[in-house]
């Protein structure tokens, strides 16, 4: 069974400028959800893919958007950095269904470390 | 608004002694509760869930809906127990549906 992956590890970016990041989600499993994790502070739900479709979100504004691909792999994109931004972006996948109800167990990635200049 | 707290930043203990990491919420539905660890240079993992009431390595963690609990605890700490250990609430229902609200961690050193 494969793991959660995310690349890259490690990405340095300016002011204003547009970042993608990257998961793959462990076999079996069709959701991803992303995190920020500011230093010194537990990860912060930034939003959730399902079915290729957005299916929750935190209190992120809309320069942060998303997307997830039929092999339930995902991408995180943030447009006009801001310093603020800097942080670990973390990656979980689970497998979800309806009917099942929500209990499936969230599996982290190693995470994205995003450091905006 | 659901919310994880976790009192303590810093908790140490010596090998041997018993350990409680505090964990309170504040929810309105049903909750459900986790506990996460990052050892040193690892990626966030369960731990335990509160729906298991299993033992995790020898932590066990009783849900207490009267006084909005989810305290971890260790008979006996181990030094690789030492660890940022997170609790954690998933959502429900509503638009944040599997959403997990983190409490700001708890780093615990286990001295020899």
């Known amino acids: 069974e494969t793991g959660v992956t995310q690349s890259p590890t490690h990405l340095i970016k300016t002011r204003g400028q547009q970042v993608t990041l990257r998961c793959s989600s462990q076999s079996g499993h069709n959701t991803v959800s992303w995190y920020q994790q500011a230093l010194g502070q537990g990860p912060q739900f930034i939003f959730q893919?399902?079915?290729?479709?957005?299916?929750g979100r935190g209190n992120f504004p809309p320069r942060f958007s998303g997307l997830q691909f039929p092999n339930y792999s995902s991408e995180l994109n943030v447009n006009a950095l801001e310093l603020d931004d800097s942080a670990l972006y973390l990656c979980?996948?689970?497998?979800?269904?309806?009917?099942?109800?929500?209990?499936?167990?969230?599996?982290f990635g190693p995470g994205t470390r995003l450091t905006v200049l | 608004a659901q919310r994880v707290t976790q009192p303590e930043k810093l908790l140490s203990v010596f090998k041997g002694a018993p350990v409680e990491l505090k964990c309170n919420y504040s929810?309105?539905?049903?909750?459900?509760l986790f506990w996460y660890v990052q050892y040193s240079r690892q990626r966030l993992q369960l731990l335990l869930r509160?729906?298991s009431r299993e033992s995790i390595k020898g932590f066990t963690a009783d849900l207490n809906k009267g006084e909005t609990s989810f305290h971890l605890k260790k008979p006996f700490a181990q030094e690789e127990d030492s660890a940022m250990y997170y609790c954690a609430l998933k959502s429900a229902g509503g638009t944040s549906y599997g959403k997990l609200t983190f409490g700001q961690g708890t780093i615990l050193t286990v001295h020899p």
């Open positions: 509160h729906i």
């Open positions: 893919y399902y079915r290729e479709e957005e299916n």
């Open positions: 979980a996948s689970s497998s979800w269904g309806r009917r099942a109800g929500n209990t499936d167990t969230q599996y």
């Open positions: 929810y309105s539905g049903s909750p459900e």
